[in-house]
């Protein structure tokens, strides 16, 4: 495999520009792009996307990996870490941190990255992670899911012009991958969507349900709020003789909206 470093070096030569015309592009010294061609030093993992949008390449083809063998390789990284995701976020993050230790600058484990640091509140990382990936990734779900983690780190951060601008990146679709499949695939492709779209589509709708009757209690409408509480709990409670299917999920919608049960019940209880 060809190092990072004369890769670089490869590819600017062949667009016939200077270390210093591509520095300037980056925000670095020159003397840094000389190291790095040198291989005395490797850029930052977020400057990966940027560097591979300059040269028009992929971030895997920057470092020269068989793109099908890496697409194996990160779909087993992200189930890994999507195991621990309930449970052990920092071991899901150290998995991602891991893998892209293996595979740096890879597109789809930087946006696992700030899905799971956003959880554990690194919102500066997050922001400038997913700056790097909205101009650079070349995956059209990638862009729009670190738009959406990069408004949540704004909000979180007290930003919230600079959320709604991120949001404003997002389009408005009323229709998903999954239940376009459920509803046109056939056999186990149409059940897997299906089950998939069920448990997403509930949990939206009881997030939903809150935030909207929370909405409604601060204009003091509370008896409009409390019905939206208690459709939520009747939401969860419809799920509760639901299976699991352990090929995707851990728990059901009515186990996993816990901890949303007891938030509502002391929201009725004010």
């Not at 591509?22 to 000389?34: E, I």
């Not at 780190?153 to 709604?164: D, N, V």
């Not at 938030?263 to 209880?269: G, P, Q």
Request: charged fraction near 30%; proline fraction near 1%; charge should be negative.
């Amino acid at each position: 495999m060809i190092k990072l470093g004369e890769k670089i070096k490869s590819l600017r030569k062949q667009k016939n520009i200077s270390q210093e015309v591509f520095a300037n592009y980056l925000g670095v010294s020159f003397q840094a792009v000389s190291k790095w061609e040198t291989g005395n030093t490797m850029p930052d993992v977020t400057m990966i996307p940027a560097i591979a949008s300059f040269f028009g390449v992929s971030t895997d083809e920057l470092f020269d990996f068989n793109l099908y063998e890496i697409e194996k390789n990160v779909e087993a990284i992200v189930d890994e870490h999507s195991k621990y995701w309930y449970e052990d976020k920092s071991k899901a993050e150290q998995i991602i941190r891991d893998g892209l230790k293996r595979y740096p600058g890879n597109d789809v484990l930087l946006n696992c990255l700030i899905g799971v640091i956003s959880e554990l509140g690194k919102n500066d990382e997050v922001i400038t992670i997913g700056k790097a990936l909205v101009e650079s990734t070349k995956y059209d779900d990638v862009r729009m899911d670190a738009y959406r983690i990069m408004a949540e780190a704004y909000k979180a951060k007290g930003e919230y012009e600079l959320a709604k601008d991120a949001i404003e990146h997002i389009p408005e679709i009323y229709f998903t991958k999954l239940g376009v499949a459920a509803r046109l695939l056939e056999g186990e492709e149409m059940y897997e969507a299906a089950q998939k779209q069920k448990n997403i589509s509930a949990e939206d709708l009881i997030d939903m349900l809150i935030i909207a009757g929370k909405r409604l209690k601060e204009n003091g409408e509370i008896e409009k709020a409390n019905s939206q509480f208690r459709i939520a709990l009747k939401v969860m409670d419809a799920f509760k003789d639901d299976f699991i299917e352990s090929k995707w999920f851990k728990a059901t919608v009515y186990e996993y909206a816990n901890e949303q049960r007891k938030e509502i019940e002391k929201l009725l209880s004010e």
